[in-house]
């Protein structure tokens, strides 16, 4: 596998190489140490910690991946030891307090050693070790990316929309191949089966006697995450499932940086550091994710368990949380997004329940459904969608709030609110609108959201900031882009790096696009249904304003196979004239963009490929 061998933060530098033209059709798209186990006292994090809501956004146009702040390390526990079946576990318990909302709180156990050293290196042998077989590179419905996970028992649970864009699990795969993969599940389960049985549904059914007393493991897989596959998993709660135990086959700091999050809104999140075999365990309210350091050093690998409360693994989810108390608000959602709810005016007003009592989720999802960006029965209402946005900013700095604000003052919508100067001539009504869409996606940004990381790239690379007195930065673009860590982000970034003759890491950045499923059939299907903050109805295109001075609009990005080849070209004086003629006399199609972008050294092949080839 090809390695990158340049640090990702750092900046790129250098002159363009003479003649480069570069095809970016954008989408307004260790450290050693020795292992101790899971710290069970509570630690004091330090004053000064950032936090989301107490650090400013800033509006100054240059804003840089580097600036964007890491997690703080969960610290608050209450210790406890308990025995079962003859075993004594410790306990540390934790919670995370739902922004918002006034009886929110999800509960979560990290029990330090839950798994052995000796077994862990017995399913990393298996799973990582010389005769281990391939990954699933379906579409994960988290993010649509490829989901780099290996299925050691499925209960069937993985039935909705976005699996059913690829064939299932080994139908891909070569004889020799499928042979390997089910010899290695063979070899898993045998050995996991004992550890599942005597010790997660035990430590379960003690933990969750009322509502998972008959709890049954119904799936359980395996996930990596390293810097040439994918290194994050968005925010997400386990609807499909009752309980969720995570196992971590990786030792923090020392295999990995970053790790397993549990957030008390989508902008407030919190690393739990796990060693080797310690295992964090939660119910499906639990809002969480992770966020590896994209380096070589980190390598990651996560034993996961779902568990329902049922012998057969039939899905009651639907069922319990028909049940849902006045006052919860996240059963409330989450029985929204069941599909329990069979009418669309029942699923707007349980979101709209859950969105008075404060929970910022249900208020993108309303002024989505406003927008008429998700089906339902509600009326097309810009105002009330905007003004959902925006108390879901007020209330918990709702990063995919933020965004749709962005999508708002960039269609017109809504009008800029930061006021200059009448004197200052550099800041027009155009410059205002982009000066707050760069506030907001930079906001989103902060608490890690890719597509507006994504669109920070799109602005820095065509100049936006310039509105405003800022400067066209393709060095901060590809940074943008990579940052992102979506397929496409990285497809860009690798085009950056290129035009600055950096091919080993341009080479690098678009065979990880590749790999996370950038040029399939099925990844742009994917990204749609996934959207952002676990509802679909958003993606990456935003509507970019005219080209300055242009009159026209920049393309949305299309991902369909097979046009991504050949992008570049090196011409010379004669042929950037022979490309200006074809486009002036032969295809009226072509806009002022794409001739103002030959004349200023980009080539955009993606509509004039196919006539061009020749040049």
């Known amino acids: 596998m090809v390695r990158r061998k340049n640090n990702p933060r750092s900046s790129i530098s250098g002159f363009y190489r003479l003649g480069a033209i570069i095809a970016l059709v954008i989408a307004i798209t260790y450290f050693h140490s020795e292992k101790v186990p899971f710290p069970l006292v509570p630690i004091t994090t330090p004053k000064g910690q950032w936090s989301p809501s107490s650090h400013e956004i800033s509006t100054s146009g240059i804003f840089r991946p580097s600036d964007v702040p890491p997690l703080p390390i969960y610290s608050d526990y209450q210790n406890a030891s308990i025995v079962i079946n003859g075993r004594t576990l410790q306990v540390a318990e934790g919670s995370a307090k739902h922004i918002g909302v006034s009886n929110g709180v999800s509960e979560f156990a990290v029990l330090p050693m839950l798994v052995t050293s000796n077994e862990v290196d017995v399913i990393m042998g298996i799973a990582n070790g010389p005769n281990a077989a391939e990954f699933d590179i379906d579409p994960d419905p988290v993010d649509g990316m490829s989901s780099y996970r290996f299925y050691i028992e499925d209960g069937g649970i993985s039935s909705d929309e976005v699996h059913r864009l690829m064939k299932k699990k080994d139908a891909n795969a070569t004889k020799d191949s499928q042979e390997e993969r089910k010899e290695m599940r063979s070899k898993l389960k045998e050995f996991m089966d004992p550890i599942i049985r005597d010790r997660l549904t035990a430590y379960v059914r003690y933990r969750y006697p009322d509502t998972c007393g008959d709890c049954t493991a119904c799936q359980s897989l395996i996930r990596r995450y390293n810097n040439e596959e994918r290194v994050s998993h968005d925010a997400h709660q386990d609807g499909h499932s009752k309980v969720s135990v995570l196992i971590s086959l990786s030792q923090h700091e020392v295999d990995y940086r970053g790790g397993v999050y549990v957030a008390d809104s989508r ?66 959602s989450l029985h929204a997004d069941s599909g329990a709810a069979m ?230 004086k004669a042929k950037h004239a022979k490309l200006n003629d074809i486009i002036k006399s032969k295809t009226q199609s072509y806009d002022a963009i794409l001739e103002k972008a030959i004349r200023a050294g980009y080539e955009l092949l993606e509509k004039c490929k196919e006539k061009c080839k020749d040049s």
């Open 343 to 572: 009418r669309q005016e029942d699923i707007m007003r349980f979101h709209e329940e859950a969105a008075k009592m404060g929970l910022s989720t249900s208020m993108v999802r309303l002024a989505r459904a406003y927008l008429k960006q998700l089906p339902s029965n509600l009326p097309l209402d810009f105002s009330k969608a905007a003004s959902l946005y925006r108390e879901a900013v007020a209330v918990a700095r709702e990063p995919d709030a933020m965004y749709g604000l962005a999508n708002l003052l960039l269609q017109g919508i809504l009008q800029a609110k930061i006021t200059k100067n009448e004197g200052d001539k550099k800041i027009t009504k155009m410059g205002d609108m982009l000066q707050e869409v760069a506030y907001l996606l930079e906001g989103a940004a902060k608490a890690g959201h890719a597509f507006a990381m994504f669109n920070l790239g799109v602005m820095h690379l065509h100049g936006y900031a310039m509105a405003w007195g800022g400067e066209k930065d393709m060095d901060l673009a590809a940074l943008w882009f990579e940052t992102s860590g979506i397929p496409e982000g990285f497809h860009f970034a690798s085009l950056c790096y290129s035009s600055h003759g950096n091919e080993q890491k341009s080479k690098d950045l678009a065979a990880r696009a590749k790999k996370l499923g950038y040029g399939t059939q099925w990844r742009k299907k994917a990204r749609e249904l996934a959207g952002s903050g676990g509802a679909s109805g958003v993606d990456i295109n935003m509507a970019w304003p005219a080209f300055f001075g242009t009159g026209t609009v920049l393309t949305k990005f299309d991902n369909s196979l097979g046009r991504q080849d050949k992008l570049g070209l090196i011409l010379d």
């Open 267 to 332: 902008s407030e999140k919190k690393m739990v550091a796990l060693g080797t075999g310690d295992a964090i365990i939660h119910e499906s309210s639990l809002l969480h994710g992770v966020k590896v350091d994209d380096s070589p050093a980190s390598n990651l690998w996560h034993w996961i368990v779902w568990f329902r409360d049922s012998e057969e693994c039939e899905d009651k989810s639907k069922d319990s949380l028909k049940d849902c108390a006045p006052n919860d608000a996240f059963c409330l």
